[in-house]
């Protein structure tokens, strides 16, 4: 059960890289072209990059500690 708790973390938490990356970041565009504005995929990466690698290693410490 590790494992997949493990994979679906992982898949998860990568879906804040890039633009493309889960639904909700289009839903997101989206909702900003709706009120004049946009981001380009690079400037999202620019946010996205740093998310994902920051919030990956909090996962994987807590699961590292929780699946022991």
């Known amino acids: 059960p590790g494992q997949w708790?493990?994979?679906a973390a992982g898949s998860t938490l990568a879906g804040n890289l890039?633009?493309?990356g889960a639904a909700a970041n289009i839903i997101v565009l989206e909702a900003a072209e709706n009120k004049?504005?946009?981001f380009s995929f690079l400037e999202?990466?620019?946010a996205g990059a740093?998310?994902?690698i920051l919030t990956s290693a909090i996962a994987?410490?807590?699961l590292g500690f929780i699946l022991g």
């Open 5 to 7: 708790i493990s994979l």
């Open 18 to 20: 890039t633009l493309l």
């Open 36 to 38: 004049g504005e946009t």
């Open 44 to 46: 999202f990466l620019r």
């Open 50 to 52: 740093p998310t994902a």
């Open 60 to 62: 994987a410490v807590f």
